[in-house]
């Protein structure tokens, strides 16, 4: 059964950082592609970034340059560096098997 966990959310001011986590489990997460997703109060969910299994990644605009997507094979762990972090930013953020399970989610919110 999969398993997705994330971790590292929490309050952060403007500018701030944060890196999210997501513990992968029940699959074999090196052969597929990862994606991180995000929902802000009142707002569908929004793609944010996806790395593929050569590693090979992709961001939306919205975070471009300030977000970085990364895996750990060893680990079965994904992550999601956050960086120059703004007030829009703040949204529950979801790792997902890419067209499959999802993980339960991990609230950001950016505020001062």
């Known amino acids: 059964q999969v398993h997705l966990v994330e971790s590292g959310g929490g309050l952060v001011q403007p500018g701030g950082s944060l890196r999210l986590s997501c513990a992968a489990s029940?699959?074999?997460?090196?052969?597929?592609?990862m994606s991180w997703l995000r929902q802000a109060p009142g707002k569908g969910l929004e793609w944010v970034s996806t790395?593929?299994?050569?590693?090979?990644?992709t961001y939306a605009d919205s975070v471009k340059g300030r977000f970085t997507i990364s895996k750990n094979n060893a680990k079965n762990t994904l992550y999601l560096e956050m960086n120059s972090l703004k007030a829009e930013d703040t949204a529950v953020y979801y790792c997902?098997?890419?067209?499959?399970?999802r993980g339960q989610g991990t609230q950001v919110t950016v505020s001062s």
């Open positions: 997902e098997k890419v067209g499959a399970e």
């Open positions: 029940g699959f074999s997460f090196s052969s597929y592609h």
């Open positions: 790395i593929r299994r050569d590693g090979s990644t």
